[in-house]
């Protein structure tokens, strides 16, 4: 059974620094596309950040600001959010699936698994 288990959420102020972690089990993809989604109240699901085949795609909003990583073993999955602002207040999704996911990445229409998420609350 796979299972995402998101960590790190908080609340901290604008401009201040939060690191998400995700840790993956019982997938068994070769070369999985996993990432960071986010879900504001009131609002959509919107892409933030995926990494997969050597590469990593961004959200404009969050470009040079969030980094996405993973482990060598493509087990966890870690977003450091700096200069955080209100606008990134949201909940934060873990999400897997195949390679192929991370091609038209930002919807995650083709991630099949996700995490429970983990709230990032920033205050101004």
């Known amino acids: 059974q796979v299972q995402l288990v998101e960590s790190g959420g908080g609340s901290v102020q604008a401009g201040g620094f939060l690191r998400l972690s995700c840790a993956a089990s019982?997938?068994?993809?070769?070369?999985?596309?996993m990432g960071w989604f986010r879900q504001a109240p009131g609002k959509e699901r919107e892409g933030v950040a995926v990494?997969?085949?050597?590469?990593?795609y961004y959200a404009d909003s969050v470009k040079d600001r969030f980094t996405i990583s993973q482990d060598n073993a493509k087990i966890t999955v870690y977003l450091e959010m700096n200069s955080l602002n209100p606008e990134d207040t949201a909940m934060y999704y873990c999400?897997?699936?195949?390679?192929?996911?991370?091609?038209?990445?930002?919807?995650?229409?083709?991630?099949?698994?996700w995490g429970k998420g983990t709230l990032v609350t920033i205050s101004s």
């Open positions: 990494i997969g085949g050597g590469s990593t």
């Open positions: 019982g997938y068994t993809y070769s070369g999985p596309c």
């Open positions: 999400a897997a699936g195949p390679a192929h996911a991370c091609w038209g990445w930002y919807s995650g229409y083709d991630m099949e698994y």
